[in-house]
């Protein structure tokens, strides 16, 4: 069993940046590759990034790729989102997941823990 709290989320405007961070509380942390999703009121749960469970691989959804950086660190059981030049589309709740797949990992269903979800809203 893996427990996941997100922190990090709130209000900002339009260019600015969040970095939002995933505790887990499992030991076998280090063995799960980790994603976040977000979704918007009246949306499905939208892919935004994930790390493999050794840090060195991500990969990103285009919509955020080259603003968004997943980052981890295993000896804190955390993963991190920092999210960099934020528009107001990015508004939605985020959640960090945990998957042992290796692949197809945009789809929601193979994720097997996930968290509660932090609000990010983006003014214009």
């Known amino acids: 069993q893996v427990q996941l709290v997100e922190s990090g989320g709130g209000l900002v405007q339009a260019g600015g940046s969040l970095r939002l961070s995933c505790s887990a509380s499992a030991r076998t942390f280090s063995s799960y590759n980790m994603g976040w999703f977000r979704q918007a009121p009246g949306k499905e749960r939208e892919f935004v990034a994930i790390?493999?469970?050794?840090?060195?691989?991500?990969y990103y959804a285009d919509s955020v790729k080259g603003r968004f950086t997943i980052s981890r660190d295993n000896a804190k059981n955390t993963v991190y989102l920092q999210m960099n030049s934020l528009k107001p589309e990015d508004t939605a709740v985020y959640y960090c997941?945990?998957?042992?797949?290796?692949?197809?990992?945009?789809?929601?269903?193979?994720?097997?823990?996930w968290g509660q979800g932090t609000q990010v809203t983006v003014s214009s």
């Open positions: 790390i493999m469970w050794s840090g060195g691989t991500a």
């Open positions: 997941a945990a998957t042992k797949y290796g692949s197809s990992w945009s789809l929601p269903s193979l994720y097997a823990y």
